[in-house]
């Protein structure tokens, strides 16, 4: 499986298209067996943001992170600084790729979030399917949901793409 799973692009040194092996790749210090102990609600591995980032190099006016998940189109700008040390990126369980059901290729996570649309960083912000990752001056498109009658309307529209599958 050599394929693109992840573009990191914007205000940074240089793009990055990264494979599963080059997420693998990644020095072991910057691996996390299993994000369940740190949470999660499904078992993955995952490599720390931070190792990704030392990759591509930030330009120093780069202050906000941009996840999108073209898949369902969703996308969350969350301020650099609150999750450049703690954010990971879950892409696999056990030798192979991060499946769908769990939120693979790649998923964003950020242990201890706060709870949905009462933060910037929030467990609405643990965007599943993200396939790139930019960095922006000021922050970028989030279409995250506003309120808890959006909220709402997500889960529920999610549960019936569940249950189709
Ligand atoms: N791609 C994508 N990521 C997403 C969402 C989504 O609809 N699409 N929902 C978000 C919201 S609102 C929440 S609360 C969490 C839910 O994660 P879970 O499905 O693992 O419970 O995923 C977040 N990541
Ligand atoms: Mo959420």
Redesign the pocket.
């Known amino acids: 499986m050599t394929y693109i799973l992840l573009r990191v692009h914007g205000r940074v040194g240089r793009t990055l298209e990264l494979t599963f092996e080059d997420l693998d790749a990644i020095a072991p210090e910057a691996q996390i067996a299993d994000v369940s102990a740190l949470g999660a609600?499904r078992p993955g591995g995952a490599v720390r943001f931070e190792a990704v980032l030392a990759m591509a190099g930030l330009e120093t006016d780069a202050d906000y992170l941009t996840l999108h998940?073209s898949?369902?189109d969703?996308h969350a700008s969350v301020p650099l600084e609150s999750v450049r040390q703690q954010g990971l990126l879950i892409y696999r369980q056990g030798d192979g790729p991060l499946p769908s059901s769990a939120?693979g290729p790649v998923r964003f996570f950020i242990p201890d979030t706060a709870a949905?649309h009462t933060a910037e960083v929030d467990?609405?912000a643990?965007?599943?399917?993200v396939d790139a990752i930019e960095l922006t001056h000021g922050r970028g498109f989030d279409n995250?949901?506003a309120d808890e009658a959006d909220?709402h309307a997500?889960h529920e529209r999610?549960q019936g793409e569940h249950s189709a599958d």
């Open positions: 609600k998940a898949a369902d969703f939120g949905c467990e609405c643990n965007v599943k399917f995250r949901p909220h997500l999610q």
